[in-house]
């Protein structure tokens, strides 16, 4: 085999583990994004807007004039304790029993993430996700060059009855998984939330093959209708890692998330974190502690949702004014991504280019499979556009997509344009 070519000097000199992350092509295209003439539905970002300048002024005052420097200084790794309350209280809201002693605060979410992969995974070991699952955790696991295996969603979250296939073929060749991760509240990027019945299903799996089970919850605050689900941590404790994130409730600039994990699982985690980074910064956790402490975060929580809600409803009006009978979509009950599936023959990462040229933006699905799958279907983002842009915005992506159709029907597509409710797509067909 030919040696491939590349421009990068260095590139004999990476370790192999470089070659399992995620292609950047899709990033360098989106940055372009950022220009303000172009509507991105494409990015994750929280509606940071909605927070009020004031509350974060005195809330920072308030710290600096009260313990500056003991803000500025070195913390434990695990985290600043009275922090820890506070993230017991929002566990709480949810439902979800925690001691502050099952708590490690991170550098968000995302950290948690890294630091699982690189206590749990060996070069070739089996994990499990969800797919499409989220891309920061399948590049995290990825550098750790395990097996993926990837079961399909659908919108009742993840296809139990596929995962149960799975975990027996396993079995069948004497290995089993070390971990099954899943954002079971509002997927990112699916938009489904995990049936109640599936939850329990879930779990009685993992008990009976005795795998981990991750669950990344960074949505589940975030529901604009429908009753709360069980977290997957408050109906197994011993066997679920969770992890849980500020990021949306509060402030991603923050980077404050944390894992609840058995205790065991939480000592590895504090060496991996102690080589990681010593301890995340002192400084926002003792704002966000009093932010916890002294500001009603939870009316702020609902101001978040009305504004999502809103937002959600626009993009659900415009796809249906404008792709109904061609595209089909989720309907997610809260959080912040809405997942859509197109006709079989049309490829979202090709279609890209000429989305950004009409200047609009979305994420091809493709980058949400480890190895492939979900050509045919896009994320779009409602938290952070607002309303009427978002409608301007499914507008303008509409045009691009029937011209897309009509293009691929010149070149003989005849075939049914829409994929049958329940079968092959996007979200079925990884
Ligand atoms: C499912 C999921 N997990 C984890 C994260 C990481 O969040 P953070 O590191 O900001 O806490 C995100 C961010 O969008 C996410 O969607």
Same mark, same amino acid.
């Given at each position: 085999?030919?040696?491939?070519?590349?421009?990068?000097?260095?590139?004999?000199?990476?370790?192999?583990?470089?070659?399992?992350?995620?292609?950047?092509?899709?990033?360098?295209?989106?940055?372009?994004?950022?220009?303000?003439?172009?509507?991105?539905?494409?990015?994750?970002?929280?509606?940071?807007?909605?927070?009020?300048?004031?509350?974060?002024?005195?809330?920072?005052?308030?710290?600096?004039?009260? !313990?500056?420097?003991?803000?500025?200084?070195?913390?434990?790794?695990?985290?600043?304790?009275?922090?820890?309350? !506070?993230?017991?209280?929002?566990?709480?809201?949810?439902?979800?029993?925690?001691?502050?002693? +099952?708590?490690?605060?991170?550098?968000?979410?995302?950290?948690?993430?890294?630091?699982?992969?690189?206590?749990?995974?060996?070069?070739?070991?089996?994990?499990?996700?969800?797919?499409?699952?989220? /891309?920061?955790?399948?590049?995290?696991? $990825?550098?750790?060059?395990?097996?993926?295996?990837?079961?399909?969603? !659908?919108?009742?979250?993840?296809?139990?009855?596929?995962?149960?296939?799975?975990?027996?073929?396993?079995?069948?060749?004497?290995?089993?998984?070390?971990?099954?991760?899943?954002?079971?509240?509002?997927?990112?990027?699916?938009?489904?939330?995990?049936?109640?019945?599936?939850?329990?299903? =879930?779990?009685?799996?993992?008990?009976?093959? +005795?795998?981990?089970?991750?669950?990344?919850?960074?949505?589940?605050?975030?529901?604009?209708?429908?009753?709360?689900?069980?977290? $997957?941590?408050?109906?197994?404790?011993?066997?679920?890692?969770?992890?849980?994130?500020?990021?949306?409730?509060?402030?991603?600039?923050?980077?404050?998330?944390? /894992?609840?994990?058995?205790?065991?699982?939480?000592?590895? =985690? $504090?060496?991996?974190?102690?080589?990681?980074?010593?301890?995340?910064?002192?400084?926002?956790? *003792?704002?966000?502690?009093?932010?916890?402490?002294?500001?009603?975060?939870?009316?702020?929580?609902?101001?978040?949702?009305?504004?999502?809600?809103?937002?959600?409803?626009?993009?659900?009006?415009?796809?249906?004014?404008?792709?109904?009978?061609?595209?089909?979509?989720?309907?997610?009950?809260?959080?912040?991504? /809405?997942?859509?599936?197109?006709?079989?023959?049309?490829?979202?990462?090709? *279609?890209?280019?000429?989305?950004?040229?009409?200047?609009?933006?979305?994420?091809?699905?493709?980058?949400?499979?480890?190895?492939?799958?979900?050509?045919?279907?896009?994320? =779009?983002?409602?938290?952070?556009? !607002?309303?009427?842009?978002?409608?301007?915005?499914?507008?303008?992506?509409?045009?691009?997509?029937?011209?897309?159709?009509?293009?691929?029907?010149?070149?003989?597509?005849?075939?049914?344009?829409?994929?049958?409710?329940?079968?092959? +797509?996007?979200?079925?067909?990884?």
């Amino acid at each position: 085999m030919s040696p491939k070519f590349s421009l990068d000097p260095f590139e004999g000199q990476y370790a192999h583990r470089t070659s399992n992350m995620l292609s950047s092509e899709i990033r360098d295209l989106l940055s372009v994004t950022a220009r303000p003439d172009i509507i991105s539905l494409a990015g994750g970002l929280p509606y940071t807007q909605a927070l009020s300048p004031e509350i974060i002024l005195r809330t920072v005052r308030a710290v600096l004039e009260e !313990d500056c420097a003991a803000s500025l200084q070195y913390g434990p790794t695990d985290g600043y304790a009275p922090l820890k309350h !506070d993230l017991m209280r929002v566990m709480g809201a949810e439902g979800t029993p925690c001691f502050p002693e +099952d708590i490690m605060i991170t550098n968000g979410a995302q950290q948690g993430l890294e630091l699982i992969a690189k206590v749990f995974i060996n070069p070739g070991d089996s994990i499990i996700t969800e797919a499409p699952s989220y /891309v920061g955790a399948l590049n995290s696991f $990825l550098s750790y060059q395990p097996r993926i295996h990837s079961i399909p969603l !659908d919108e009742q979250g993840l296809r139990t009855d596929l995962l149960e296939e799975k975990l027996g073929e396993l079995a069948r060749e004497g290995s089993r998984a070390k971990f099954i991760y899943v954002v079971p509240n509002f997927h990112n990027p699916a938009g489904v939330t995990m049936s109640r019945e599936r939850r329990f299903r =879930l779990l009685e799996l993992a008990h009976r093959h +005795d795998c981990l089970v991750l669950e990344d919850n960074p949505y589940g605050l975030l529901r604009f209708e429908g009753d709360p689900e069980p977290s $997957l941590r408050s109906l197994d404790e011993g066997r679920v890692i969770y992890l849980g994130t500020l990021s949306k409730i509060f402030a991603a600039g923050m980077r404050i998330g944390w /894992v609840a994990a058995p205790h065991p699982i939480l000592d590895k =985690l $504090l060496l991996a974190k102690q080589s990681a980074d010593l301890c995340s910064s002192t400084f926002t956790q *003792m704002v966000a502690h009093r932010y916890f402490a002294g500001e009603d975060w939870l009316g702020q929580v609902e101001q978040l949702k009305e504004i999502y809600r809103g937002r959600r409803d626009a993009m659900l009006e415009a796809l249906e004014e404008h792709l109904e009978g061609i595209a089909r979509w989720t309907r997610p009950q809260g959080g912040l991504f /809405v997942w859509v599936t197109l006709p079989a023959f049309i490829k979202a990462p090709e *279609m890209l280019a000429a989305a950004i040229d009409a200047k609009v933006a979305f994420v091809p699905g493709t980058g949400f499979f480890p190895y492939r799958g979900g050509e045919n279907s896009m994320r =779009l983002n409602f938290s952070y556009a !607002d309303e009427d842009t978002i409608r301007e915005g499914i507008k303008r992506l509409s045009k691009v997509i029937k011209r897309e159709l009509s293009l691929a029907r010149a070149f003989g597509h005849d075939l049914d344009p829409l994929p049958e409710k329940g079968g092959p +797509d996007g979200m079925t067909g990884g």
